[in-house]
């Protein structure tokens, strides 16, 4: 009786002695782990920043956290005061670390091109100036397409209807200067040469079929819409309600 007693009071010793090694280790092990931690600030991105914004336009899209070290992702952007004058040659998505080499002069970016998203392809189509908002559309921007053409609706005869098509749609590239020189007319003299300007815009598939038959069958219109711009009120256009 006495010999197992005595064994259950060295069991119950030697088990608190254990408790307290090892709250003793993870203690040590915390404050090893704390003194190696370092916290750094970093710019995170909350909601998606379009490729083309200007780093002035961001204040409500970022926040700054702290976060380990560690996760702190090289080339981070650490001032925003560095990034004054330049724009996102990206799209930002959230959750993204703000990084230096994602951002760059303006005019840089003009000329020359963005990144085609995953998923959509590239299409180009020229247009006369006064159809790419007099030519001032550049790579980076969001553009809405405004499609114009004569169309047959149910067993009715055709008519002209213009409509937005397509909205904020991401320009990839711009080649500004394309001389063209129009068919012979019906006196088969040449008319004078036209400027007109080649974009390149980034679409998924059903959308480039419906931007290309706008472009061969009708005329098409490229409106600058920035993020901002509102959505809502488009409608198919024809003479009744223009003239309402």
Avoid: C
């Amino acid at each position: 009786m006495k010999t197992r007693l005595i064994g259950a009071i060295l069991a119950i010793l030697l088990a608190t002695a254990g408790a307290v090694v090892l709250i003793g280790y993870v203690r040590t092990a915390d404050a090893r782990a704390a003194d190696g931690a370092e916290f750094v600030t970093a710019y995170v991105v909350t909601k998606e920043i379009p490729s083309g914004t200007p780093a002035e336009q961001i204040g409500d899209l970022i926040t700054a956290r702290q976060i380990p070290a560690l996760a702190a992702v090289p080339g981070r952007v650490t001032t925003l005061a560095k990034l004054a004058g330049l724009v996102s040659d990206v799209t930002l998505m959230p959750g993204e670390q703000l990084l230096s080499s994602r951002w760059v002069d303006a005019a840089k970016l003009a000329s020359g091109t963005v990144a085609v998203p995953d998923g959509m392809q590239a299409v180009t189509i020229a247009l006369p100036v006064e159809r790419v908002v007099g030519g001032t559309i550049k790579a980076g921007d969001t553009v809405g397409v405004v499609i114009a053409a004569s169309v047959k609706l149910g067993s009715s005869a055709e008519a002209p209807i213009t409509k937005q098509a397509f909205h904020k749609v991401l320009v990839v590239s711009v080649q500004q200067g394309t001389v063209v020189t129009p068919k012979k007319a019906a006196t088969d003299a040449l008319s004078d040469p036209v400027s007109a300007v080649m974009v390149t815009l980034a679409r998924t598939t059903p959308d480039v079929e419906k931007l290309i038959w706008g472009q061969q069958f009708g005329t098409v219109w490229l409106t600058l819409e920035t993020a901002k711009a509102s959505e809502t009120g488009s409608r198919a256009v024809n003479g009744s309600i223009v003239f309402q």
